[in-house]
């Protein structure tokens, strides 16, 4: 059972471009929801992550924007650069302490900046 | 910090045959997760510890998998007998403490194939 939707599966920004991923879930005991990056060969590294207790994260030109009542999230990427080429996941999990429990991913988004 | 050390970075084996893939955690984290990544997908959670104890290995198919931790420290991950729906990349990921899952530090991966 595919508990969190990711889309688009693939996105193609130009440099210095908004790329935007997003992702809607269904189990409302998620209360974590983080962002991972992941680079060919290598494994997923957390980008940012957000609480259901605030509707916008901003970490530099990354940003998490959370919509509890419609179960949604998005990823905001601004200035997109070359470097930023991956393939992105987001994951929910659940637990009294910063989901504490298993991570459920999406299907990930391939990314890549063009110049 | 070193990070979390995964051997070996690629196998190839025949159906049926038997595999193991070994995981060092990060220094001190006594949480442990394996977690599979078939191409395409995100990963899914097999089995976690803590410290030597399983805590979640309800999506672990138990007939063919089985997985270790002893001493609270290394982990082996093994298949027998393998089925091609097996190729994928195994991840293991390791945290601090429990309920720090979405806070794990991911391995580069073992690539099996099934052939």
């Known amino acids: 059972q595919q508990q969190v939707k990711q889309s688009p599966q693939s996105l193609i920004v130009q440099k210095g471009g908004i790329s935007i991923i997003n992702c809607a879930y269904e189990n409302t005991a998620f209360d974590y929801f983080p962002w991972y990056q992941q680079f060919p060969g290598k494994g997923p590294a957390l980008l940012i992550a957000i609480r259901p207790d605030v509707s916008e994260k901003k970490e530099g030109r990354f940003t998490i924007s959370f919509n509890k009542s419609a179960k949604q999230f998005s990823l905001h990427i601004m200035d997109s650069q070359p470097g930023d080429s991956a393939t992105y996941f987001c994951a929910a999990s659940k637990g009294p302490n910063f989901g504490n429990e298993k991570l459920t991913f999406g299907t990930g988004t391939r990314l890549t900046i063009i110049p | 910090e070193a990070g979390v050390a995964q051997s070996p970075r690629y196998k190839i084996i025949e159906k049926r045959q038997s595999v193991a893939f070994w995981c060092n955690p990060i220094?001190?984290?006594?949480?442990l997760y394996w977690y599979q990544q078939i191409l395409g997908q995100g990963p899914k959670l097999l089995i976690q510890?803590?410290?030597?104890?399983?805590?979640?290995d309800s999506q672990l198919p138990k007939d063919r998998f089985s997985a270790e931790r002893l001493k609270g420290v290394d982990s082996t991950l093994k298949i027998q007998p393998a089925k091609l729906e097996d190729s994928a990349v195994y991840l293991c990921a390791s945290s601090s403490a429990r309920g720090s899952g979405a806070h794990a530090f991911f391995g580069q991966g073992t690539r099996l194939t099934v052939v």
């Open positions: 220094s001190g984290h006594a949480t």
């Open positions: 510890f803590q410290n030597n104890g399983v805590v979640d």
